[in-house]
Structures are given as structure tokens and as C-alpha cells.
């Protein structure tokens, strides 16, 4: 028994859905794996309390981690580079208990103080994720827009060979 035309379309349109999501799921997990030392950047008290809130987060306690998190985004300049690790882990938190919608506006404060392509990226992913979730179409597909382009920027980085493959896994095309 074929299925008719309409049927395939829409197979085949749900099949590149849940590949997009399957691959922006594996590179916004893999990509921390490459940063994962930009606590350096954090003042003395703030990677003390950062410190902390990954224990926090290690423990499960997501509520204390939330609250330090807070606590070392109050001691940094918020448009300041070094609010970036921050950020990610607080973009994060949310993400983790379901509360898409604020993850999504941390990430975006994290892409305005992006401090290179990479940051950037990685930031990209998750929003295109977060959005495509929220089922919110034209911001989901302005930020896959804007992660295409920053790919071909990439791509023609000194960087490439050897970050490449971190970056392809998060860039997915028909």
C-alpha cells in the first residue's frame, strides 16, 4: 500500500523535525565539552560561588544552584564577557527544569555578550532548539538563519580543522 503524496510530505517533514532536534541535542551537549574552562574569566568571588553552584547542580539541587547562579551573575557586569559561563549554566538550569521560555531569554542575553564565533555557535544552537520547542517558527528559523551564516564564517576560520566537527553536528540542512 503506497501513501499518497500529501502523506509523504508530511513523513518526511516530521523525519527532518526530529533529525534537527536529535542533532541540535547532541551539539548542545557536545559543544560545553570544548569550553570548558572560561570560569577563569570570573572574578575571584564569582568562580568561588560558581564553584559552589555546580556542586549544587551536581547534587541535584537545582533551587541553591539557581540562587548562587544569581548571586555570581549580581557580582559581574551582566554586558561584560565574563558573564558569559554565567549565563550559560543559568540558560541551562532552566532548560533542565522545564522552563523553556526563560531559558530562552538567558540565552539570548548570552549571544549579546557572545565574545567569539564559537560562544556564539553555541549559543545559536540552543536558541534554535528552545524556539523550535516553544513552537515559536519565525524566531526558531531567524536564529537557524543566523547559525548558517555564522557556519560559513566558521568554516572559513583557522579554526575549522580542528573545531569543525563540533560545529557541523550543530547545522543541520534539508
Request: charged share 25%; hydrophobic share 45%; net charge positive.
Given at each position: 500500500?503506497?501513501?499518497?503524496?500529501?502523506?509523504?510530505?508530511?513523513?518526511?517533514?516530521?523525519?527532518?523535525?526530529?533529525?534537527?532536534?536529535?542533532?541540535?541535542?547532541?551539539?548542545?551537549?557536545?559543544?560545553?565539552?570544548?569550553?570548558?574552562?572560561?570560569?577563569?574569566?570570573?572574578?575571584?568571588?564569582?568562580?568561588?560561588?560558581?564553584?559552589?553552584?555546580?556542586?549544587?547542580?551536581?547534587?541535584?539541587?537545582?533551587?541553591?544552584?539557581?540562587?548562587?547562579?544569581?548571586?555570581?551573575?549580581?557580582?559581574?557586569?551582566?554586558?561584560?564577557?565574563?558573564?558569559?559561563?554565567?549565563?550559560?549554566?543559568?540558560?541551562?538550569?532552566?532548560?533542565?527544569?522545564?522552563?523553556?521560555?526563560?531559558?530562552?531569554?538567558?540565552?539570548?542575553?548570552?549571544?549579546?555578550?557572545?565574545?567569539?564565533p564559537g560562544q556564539e555557535h553555541q549559543v545559536l544552537v540552543r536558541l534554535?532548539?528552545?524556539?523550535?520547542?516553544?513552537?515559536?517558527?519565525?524566531?526558531?528559523?531567524?536564529?537557524?538563519?543566523?547559525?548558517?551564516?555564522?557556519?560559513?564564517?566558521?568554516?572559513?576560520?583557522?579554526?575549522?580543522?580542528?573545531?569543525?566537527?563540533?560545529?557541523?553536528?550543530?547545522?543541520?540542512?534539508?
Amino acid at each position: 500500500m503506497n501513501p499518497d503524496a500529501k502523506t509523504r510530505d508530511f513523513l518526511a517533514h516530521r523525519f527532518w523535525q526530529l533529525s534537527l532536534l536529535c542533532l541540535l541535542t547532541l551539539a548542545s551537549i557536545a559543544v560545553p565539552a570544548q569550553n570548558r574552562n572560561r570560569t577563569s574569566v570570573l572574578p575571584e568571588e564569582a568562580q568561588r560561588v560558581f564553584a559552589e553552584a555546580e556542586i549544587a547542580r551536581a547534587t541535584g539541587d537545582s533551587e541553591k544552584e539557581l540562587a548562587l547562579l544569581e548571586q555570581a551573575l549580581k557580582q559581574l557586569d551582566p554586558n561584560s564577557e565574563a558573564a558569559f559561563p554565567v549565563l550559560e549554566r543559568l540558560a541551562y538550569n532552566y532548560a533542565d527544569r522545564g522552563l523553556t521560555t526563560q531559558a530562552a531569554e538567558t540565552a539570548e542575553r548570552q549571544l549579546r555578550i557572545a565574545g567569539s564565533p564559537g560562544q556564539e555557535h553555541q549559543v545559536l544552537v540552543r536558541l534554535v532548539s528552545a524556539y523550535s520547542a516553544l513552537r515559536q517558527k519565525e524566531k526558531a528559523a531567524a536564529s537557524l538563519a543566523r547559525l548558517e551564516q555564522l557556519m560559513l564564517r566558521l568554516r572559513a576560520s583557522k579554526r575549522w580543522e580542528s573545531r569543525g566537527q563540533w560545529w557541523q553536528a550543530g547545522l543541520a540542512r534539508e
